[in-house]
């Protein structure tokens, strides 16, 4: 009974080599995994980031209160109005209503209430209305 014994010689370099190769490979195996599977919570994305409704929020200008609507559909903001405004309102604050026009014609350019372009004219104005517009939103959130 001879025993032909067989005698592998490896070197250090091939074997880190080896090891690094197949490490690569498997982290962009996975890598492709992550990014092409599906994602699970795409049903709850498709329903919409909103409640559709009118939502308020109030501000205090002086001792008027006034409550910013907006209204949202499932995906967007649709309008923002402001109620209870009297004449007092408009002549004490007169930047007010320009400043919501902007507002509502940026609406169905931007993706988020912070895009909003605030003028440098009415900037206080507009952050007023900015403000009161995420807190109505807040509301909205499904």
Known sequence: MSAKTKIIVVKAKELIYTALFVCLAIVLILL???MFAPEENSMTTSAGVYTPGVYTSTITLGDTALDVAVSVDE???TSVTLNNLSESVTAMYPLLE???ESIN???GTISSVDEL???AENKYTGLILQQAIKNALQKAKS
């Open 98 to 100: 320009p400043s919501l």
């Open 32 to 34: 492709l995994i992550f």
């Open 75 to 77: 995906n967007q903001i």
């Open 117 to 119: 372009q605030l003028n």
């Open 105 to 107: 014609a940026q609406i």
